[in-house]
């Protein structure tokens, strides 16, 4: 007798085999730029991707250009620096689709590119934290139940070459040190979860020509390419790297 419960696909013995067309994505910061562009290559997959933006009419509007390939994507007013609003996208997700199968924590900005670290405002600085570190934290807190409830999870967190650079590197201070923390945050979940058959990873896109990283870069094709490899990883799959066009990179 087949199982009423599709959508959630319960009755599941081995997550890991599940086709793309059944798995559930939320991507953070998506209305445009790179996470816009890893939702289009996600969804051209055949998941379902929920598109997070901070702006409700942005996210509808980047989820209709984004209409017509072989998975639905859903557009979700989401800031990762309010927690209600993260709480919020947890339950859309638990009440309409009962699991989620990957969070891609692109989420990102304050690109302090001519400051110095001594003199550079602290709220600068914490307005970095809350969005690099603590909302990747904050949505790992409120969607690692539904990952561990099929056993299966792909968690990208969007970092930056700039956290890993030479020492002497000047520049971008809140940003860089928003970012290295992000990968200590990386390598302390893939850790702690190593063997539930959830993988954390971090992606390091490259400079990309978006609004945020400007022109000259490389195409966003590419740099989103690495973070869907990593979002799509089979088993056994690597965890707690840091990889930029799927090739592993020191720390």
């Known amino acids: 007798m087949t199982a009423t419960r599709t959508p959630q696909l319960a009755e599941a013995t081995d997550a890991s085999s599940i086709s793309p067309t059944h798995r559930v994505a939320l991507v953070t ?140 590197a000047i520049g971008y201070p809140a940003y860089r040190v928003s970012k290295a923390a992000l990968n200590a945050f990386t390598r302390t979940l893939a850790t702690e979860l190593a063997g539930s058959g959830i993988l954390v990873n971090a992606v390091c896109p490259g400079w990309v020509a978006t609004d945020l990283g400007g022109s000259g870069g490389r195409p966003v094709e590419q740099g989103a390419a690495g973070i869907v490899w990593a979002a799509c990883l089979p088993e056994p799959g690597v965890n707690g790297r840091l990889f930029r066009d799927g090739q592993r990179i020191d720390w």
């Open 29 to 168: 910061g998506a209305n445009r730029g790179l996470g816009f562009e890893v939702t289009r290559q996600l969804a051209e997959r055949g998941y379902t991707v929920l598109l997070g933006a901070r702006d409700p009419a942005k996210g509808k509007q980047a989820a209709k250009l984004l209409a017509g390939h072989a998975g639905a994507v859903v557009p979700v007013t989401l800031d990762v620096d309010r927690p209600e609003q993260v709480d919020a996208v947890a339950a859309l997700i638990e009440r309409k689709y009962g699991r989620l199968d990957v969070l891609v924590n692109n989420a990102g900005g304050h690109l302090d590119a001519t400051a110095r670290a001594e003199s550079v405002d602290v709220a600068t600085v914490q307005a970095a934290l809350d969005t690099h570190l603590l909302g990747a934290w904050r949505l790992c807190r409120a969607l690692l139940p539904l990952m561990r409830r099929h056993g299966y999870g792909r968690i990208v967190n969007v970092t930056s070459g700039c956290a890993t650079g030479a020492p002497d």
